[in-house]
């Protein structure tokens, strides 16, 4: 079982950054995937970044202003997000999956752990 809490939401002026951090506890697999989802309200969960096996997976949308780094010894992963927009506020939550392949990592039905989620809200 594996638990994962994520922090460092808030409000955020367009243009702003943010920096959100997911702690995992429990059996993690150094090998699987972790990564960030986002749902804003009425809205579809959408895939955000993910990293697996030392490579970095983007959504277009957040691609060169968003940066995820996950740090195995800590059992962290993180998202560095830069020049926000109004149209990224939405809670976002970070996810494990240990056995996903790279074709599988923005589908979130092969995630196999969840956090609560964390609201971001981009707005002057």
């Known amino acids: 079982q594996v638990q994962l809490q994520e922090s460092g939401g808030g409000l955020v002026q367009p243009g702003g950054s943010l920096r959100l951090s997911c702690v995992a506890s429990?059996?993690?697999?150094?090998?699987?995937?972790m990564a960030w989802f986002r749902q804003a309200p009425t809205k579809d969960r959408e895939f955000v970044a993910a990293?697996?096996?030392?490579?970095?997976y983007y959504s277009d949308s957040v691609r060169g202003r968003f940066s995820i780094v996950r740090d195995n010894s800590k059992n962290t992963v993180s998202l560095q997000m830069n020049s926000l927009k109004p149209e990224d506020s939405a809670v976002y939550y970070c996810?494990?999956?240990?056995?996903?392949?790279?074709?599988?990592?923005?589908?979130?039905?092969?995630?196999?752990?969840w956090g609560q989620g964390t609201q971001v809200t981009v707005s002057s």
């Open positions: 429990g059996s993690t697999s150094r090998n699987g995937a």
């Open positions: 990293h697996r096996m030392g490579n970095a």
């Open positions: 996810a494990s999956c240990p056995r996903c392949i790279v074709s599988s990592l923005s589908r979130g039905q092969y995630y196999d752990y």
